[in-house]
């Protein structure tokens, strides 16, 4: 299994970043795939979560409204669009499959959201 995420970058309170998450050694499209994230000093969030269909769709309380989760089955790929950052959403973000119990994670993508 390998989680390579990709999109982060340093921008302005009010903007915008859309994370992808390319997934090989899996068959993707067979498995819900989760977005994490881990703020400095701080345990790991789970931020979103998207079904094997992109059908279904969970977020944690502080996201709802800004940010979507979305998947490409066709392209193996995990996405993230985050609308409205904050500075409180600065973190590394991770992908996540749980495939026969046991949790895989990319490296990350930093994200930081600063004037």
């Known amino acids: 299994v390998q989680l390579v995420e990709s999109g982060g970058g340093l921008v302005q309170p009010g903007g915008s970043l859309r994370l992808s998450c390319a997934a090989s050694?899996?068959?993707?499209?067979?498995?819900?795939m989760k977005w994490y994230r881990q703020a400095p000093g701080k345990e790991r969030e789970l931020v979103a979560t998207?079904?094997?269909?992109?059908?279904?769709?969970n977020y944690v309380d502080s996201v709802k409204g800004r940010f979507t989760i979305s998947r490409d089955n066709a392209k193996n790929t995990l996405y993230l669009q985050m609308n409205i950052l904050k500075p409180e959403d600065t973190a590394v973000y991770y992908c996540?499959?749980?495939?026969?119990?046991?949790?895989?994670y990319g490296q990350g993508t930093q994200v930081t959201v600063s004037s």
């Open positions: 996540n499959v749980l495939r026969l119990a046991v949790d895989y």
């Open positions: 050694g899996f068959t993707f499209r067979q498995y819900p």
């Open positions: 998207i079904d094997s269909l992109g059908r279904s769709t």
